[in-house]
């Protein structure tokens, strides 16, 4: 079974974002399914979930091109505690444009998360404390060691 690519740091903060921004639907304990909204809510990302064979399979462009864990699955095991997080550090990121910020540095990560980080100072929130806590995140999804759920559903298309 082929096994998720640990994804950058910065999708952290975009799967705290989406939860803040109730942009999360789960369909469970009916299943282990959900969808995540896009930014622009005009489409929307299916997620599916298999703890006994600890898969999971989502049709962003991350996860369905470059088997990257990618921020709706991980906002999905966050809502679902499978993944622990601090709800405080979620609504510090609400209603933040993601998309539009990306496409300004020119999808460029570091850049993103730095312009992120000041806007977190500026508001008052501790970036050391905020920056540990994504990191004790990650270090939580090390520790499942997901693998690619199949069947592959394509991605969405549009904003």
Known sequence: MLQRKLPPKIK?????????DGRLEIFWPEKNEGKCYSSSWNKYYI???????????????????????????????MERWIIPYDAHYSEALKNIAWKDINQKFANDFDKT?????????KNGIDTQKFL?????IYAAIQSLALHVLWKKILPPTGY
């Open 12 to 20: 952290i903060y975009e799967a705290l974002w989406a939860i803040a």
């Open 47 to 77: 997620i599916k979930y298999d703890a006994l064979s600890h898969a999971i399979m989502t049709n962003d462009n991350g996860s369905y091109r470059k088997w990257y864990l990618w921020y709706p699955a991980i906002a999905f095991l």
């Open 113 to 121: 998360t730095e312009y992120i980080l000041a806007m977190l100072s």
């Open 132 to 136: 540990q806590e994504i990191d004790t």
